[in-house]
């Protein structure tokens, strides 16, 4: 079984900064990416970033990042904890929304490999940023 829990989410006002966590636990064996998902009121789930993980070429750490939170966000991961981290400067009104997180990986039981799978999702957290 494997779960993505993330941490607690923010209201803050727009210029501010904040940090979110995500940590993946469970029979897992590889980690080939992580993505970091969106969704504001009345729109649908976007993705706005990814991570390649410890599974991929160089132990990975190859990041790429949507238009909306270029050099405004930063994503980085500790692959000994199976964690990645979503560090958000100069946020903005249009930032408010629920964050997932989501993983690639190669998942097991018992000890033994079972199937690679893109469907693990963090539980969402909101991030509110208002003046």
């Known amino acids: 079984q494997v779960q993505l829990v993330e941490s607690g989410g923010c209201s803050v006002q727009p210029g501010d900064s904040f940090r979110l966590s995500c940590a993946a636990s469970g029979s897992i064996f590889i980690i080939y990416a992580f993505g970091w998902y969106r969704q504001a009121p009345g729109k649908h789930r976007e993705i706005f970033s990814t991570?390649?993980?410890?599974?991929?070429?160089?132990?990975?750490?190859?990041?790429n990042y949507a238009d909306s939170v270029k050099d405004r966000f930063t994503n980085s991961r500790d692959n000994a904890k199976n964690t990645v981290y979503l560090q958000m400067n100069s946020l903005k009104p249009e930032d408010t929304a629920v964050y997932y997180c989501?993983?690639?990986?190669?998942?097991?039981?018992?000890?033994?490999?079972?199937?690679?799978?893109?469907?693990?999702w963090g539980q969402g957290t909101q991030v509110t940023v208002s003046s």
């Open positions: 991570i390649s993980g410890s599974g991929t070429t160089n132990y990975g750490g190859t990041t």
């Open positions: 989501n993983a690639e990986l190669l998942f097991g039981d018992n000890g033994d490999i079972r199937g690679i799978d893109n469907d693990f």
